[in-house]
C-alpha cells in the first residue's frame, strides 16, 4: 500500500485512480478516502483522481502535538510535492474544503481549480456551538455512540427514511476508519478554528462552491459567504441536499463538478 511521509512526519495513505490531469481529493471531519467512492466512478475515466487519507485518519498516522487546519493543508501541499505534481484540480468537503482553502492560499502554484463543498470560511454562529458540542460529546461517549448521534446532522431525515439500512452500512465504514477519539476531537477543534473569511478574497483559481440545502451540519449560509467572499466563484445550492450531498445526490453532484471541471481544464 503507497504511503508517502510528508515535511511535517505525517505518513500518508495514498491512491492514484484514473488517467488524465490530476485531480486532489480532501475529505472531511473523521472519514476516510472511501467516502468519495461514488465520485470515483464518475471522475477516473477523465482524471486522475489523487485520494488520500488526512493525518490520523484511515490508515494515515499523524505525527504527534495538535493539529490544525492549515497544518493538514501543508500535509496535502507535500502530498503533491513528494509525487512531484506541480499543478492540481483541488475538490475538498467539510473540513476537506478548509483544507483546500488554505493550500491555495499558501501554495497558488499548486491549485489549477477548486471546489469547495459543505464549506465555511469562519467557525462562528451555529458552526461554533455545533463543533463544541461534538467536541463534548466525542469525551463523554464512545465513538459508535457518537456516530449514532452524528449521523443527525450530515444525513437528511429522507435519507434516513428511505435507506435506514445505508445508514447502519456508512457508520460501520466510518468506525472502520475513524481516528482515535483524541484525533477526532483534534480535527473538531481545527473546525472549530478554523477562520480564512477575510482572506478567501485573494483566490485567483476558478472555484465552484456546493452547498445542500438541507445541510444542518453546515448550513448553507456558510457557503454562500464563502462564495461570495472568492471572486468569480460559482455558487450550486442541491435542493434537499445534506452535508454529505456528494453521497445522497451523488449522480446530480458528479454531473454539475464533472462538468465544471472539464470546462474550467480546456479553458
Excluded at 29 to 51: K, M, N, V
Excluded at 114 to 130: E, F, I, M, S
Aim: charged residues 20%; proline residues 5%.
Amino acid at each position: 500500500m503507497p504511503h508517502l511521509t510528508v515535511p511535517s512526519g505525517a505518513n500518508l495513505y495514498y491512491k492514484r485512480v484514473g488517467s488524465g490531469p490530476p485531480l486532489l481529493l480532501i475529505m472531511g471531519t473523521g472519514l476516510d478516502h472511501t467516502a468519495w467512492q461514488r465520485q470515483i466512478r464518475a471522475y477516473s475515466p477523465h482524471f486522475e483522481c489523487i485520494l488520500f487519507d488526512n493525518r490520523g485518519a484511515g490508515k494515515s498516522t499523524a505525527p504527534p502535538g495538535e493539529l490544525s487546519v492549515k497544518a493538514m493543508a501543508e500535509d496535502a501541499a507535500g502530498l503533491l510535492d513528494g509525487l512531484g505534481i506541480g499543478g492540481a484540480h483541488v475538490s475538498g468537503l467539510s473540513l476537506g474544503s478548509c483544507i483546500a482553502q488554505e493550500l491555495t492560499l499558501a501554495r497558488r502554484d499548486l491549485v489549477e481549480t477548486l471546489q469547495l463543498h459543505g464549506t465555511w470560511g469562519r467557525g462562528d454562529g451555529y458552526a461554533a456551538r455545533k463543533f463544541r458540542a461534538q467536541i463534548k460529546l466525542i469525551e463523554t461517549m464512545e465513538l459508535r455512540d457518537f456516530y449514532d448521534i452524528n449521523v443527525l446532522w450530515f444525513l437528511t431525515p429522507e435519507y434516513m427514511f428511505f435507506s435506514p439500512e445505508k445508514v447502519e452500512r456508512r457508520i460501520e465504514s466510518i468506525l472502520r476508519s475513524a481516528p482515535s477519539r483524541e484525533v477526532l476531537a483534534q480535527q473538531y477543534r481545527a473546525n472549530l478554528g478554523h477562520d480564512s473569511l477575510d482572506r478567501l478574497g485573494a483566490i485567483t483559481a476558478p472555484t465552484l462552491v456546493t452547498v445542500g440545502s438541507f445541510d444542518t451540519a453546515i448550513p448553507p449560509m456558510y457557503g454562500r459567504a464563502v462564495a461570495e467572499a472568492i471572486p468569480g466563484a460559482r455558487l450550486v445550492e442541491f435542493a434537499g441536499g445534506g452535508h454529505l450531498h456528494n453521497v445522497e445526490h451523488a449522480d446530480e453532484f458528479n454531473a454539475v463538478t464533472l462538468e465544471w471541471m472539464q470546462e474550467h481544464a480546456q479553458s
